[in-house]
């Protein structure tokens, strides 16, 4: 019997644009169940007459110091110079100015273009990029700053140029890149429904441009505040760094990520933290986890369609309790007034679970778990501990998968 994969059974959904088949196929061979739905659209300006130029005048006049924020960003800008023909001179102008890079993906891409950063921070952080030239004094210097893209209220540090002002330094922005949300919006918003309807156990975001597409989304089409809810409770937000979480970290959002901003790195730390973290519910003699899209019972994954698996959502949100048909009726896609579409909801859930004694009709009531005697304490559900269904306890640094 082949050993289960460590994400068999949960759906994640993947917002990257760049590399978003590269995360894709890694998530997938561990198991995963993939919804992709790119947050961003990066444009590149290798022909906009703003950066050719800002370019150009750092060439007649060279900045100082000059400061790398992306690796994308930074290489999108050789590239277009050598368009240009100014490759050469804005490799020599460079060279001759003291270079920050804001982390390694930066400092990669300056040592690609044969250039050699002077310093950069351990943390990958622009707070800390900032720190350290307000802390050596910029009063009098002519810096140039690669932007990161477009800014938005969720965007990280984005008066890093204006505090550099205030500090007295000559700032030349580099606008090298923007980002636009993607012109078909269709997938983004699918997966938004699936966030908020209980359909995923973890999305994955690779930048903060992607962070913040998704809320500007979100908040367009009025479902902010769900998708808050659902990132907050019961769906892990995934981020490959600090950088990428902290949109989400200023909204109340716990978020977990890998030691080492590597995609490769978010891809095993999902691997990891999803089982981990998954419920646990023992009824009628055996072990139930409700995810994304299906339920595992004692170790076999258990596709449901989606009636069945809405109610199974809805009488797994307090393991134990009778849940009424009127309430189980609202659970239902699209809702309905005849209570019959439960009975036959319930029929199917029962079937499709391979364990029918697993849910128990309550007499005139409804429906409830058949909670295992250990699991109950005088008739009444145990409350929930680390990894079950339940509210989290203020000790877990992040929301717990697939709970509803």
């Known amino acids: 019997m082949n050993e289960q994969l460590p994400l068999e059974g949960f759906t994640v959904g993947v917002t990257a644009a760049r590399r978003a088949d590269e995360l894709s196929t890694i998530l997938t061979r561990r198991g995963a169940t993939i919804v992709a739905a790119p947050a961003i659209r990066i444009i590149p300006l290798a022909d906009d007459t703003e950066l050719e130029r800002v370019t150009r005048q750092l060439v007649a006049d060279p900045p100082q110091l000059t400061v790398a924020t992306t690796g994308i960003g930074f290489r ?12 050469e001179e804005l490799r020599s102008t460079l060279a001759s100015t003291r270079l920050l890079a804001r982390g390694p993906k930066a400092k990669g891409a300056i040592r690609a273009a044969e250039l050699r950063e002077e310093w950069s921070p351990a943390s990958e952080s622009s707070a800390e990029v900032l720190d350290h030239l307000l802390a050596e004094g910029v009063e009098g210097v002519r810096v140039a700053v690669q932007l990161h893209g477009a800014t938005t209220e969720w965007e990280p540090v984005p008066d890093f140029c204006e505090v550099l002002r205030c500090a007295g330094a000559d700032v030349v922005p580099v606008p090298v890149y923007r980002w636009i949300p993607p012109e078909d919006q269709a997938p983004m918003d699918r997966l938004l429904e699936t966030i908020i309807t209980g ?50 970290e200023e909204l109340g959002v716990s978020t977990t990520m890998p030691a080492r901003a590597r995609l490769g790195a978010l891809a095993r730390h999902v691997a990891e933290e999803l089982p981990r973290r998954a419920n646990r519910i023992h009824a009628a003699g055996h072990e139930l986890s409700v995810r994304g899209g299906c339920v595992v019972v004692d170790g076999g994954v258990r596709q449901l369609a989606p009636a069945p698996m809405a109610l199974m959502r809805a009488l797994a949100r307090q393991p134990g309790r009778v849940v009424s048909r009127g309430d189980l009726l609202a659970a239902l896609p699209g809702g309905g007034e005849d209570t019959h579409a439960v009975e036959t909801g319930i029929a199917r859930l029962r079937a499709g679970l391979g364990a029918p004694k697993v849910i128990q009709t309550v007499v005139k009531r409804g429906y409830r778990l058949a909670m295992d005697p250990a699991e109950c304490v005088d008739n009444n559900p145990r409350p929930p501990v680390a990894g079950t269904t339940g509210p989290r306890r203020p000790a877990h640094p992040a929301p717990l998968a697939g709970v509803w």
Request: charged share 15%; proline share 3%; hydrophobic share 55%.
């Open 76 to 87: 999108g800008w050789m590239e277009a110079a050598e368009g240009w023909g100014l490759a």
């Open 199 to 248: 359909g995923l156990d973890c999305v994955t975001f690779t930048s903060a441009p992607a962070v913040a597409s998704m809320l500007m989304r979100a908040k367009e089409t009025g479902l902010l505040e769900g998708l808050l809810h659902a990132l907050r409770t019961r769906v892990l937000a995934a981020c490959v760094g600090s950088i990428t979480a902290a949109p989400l």
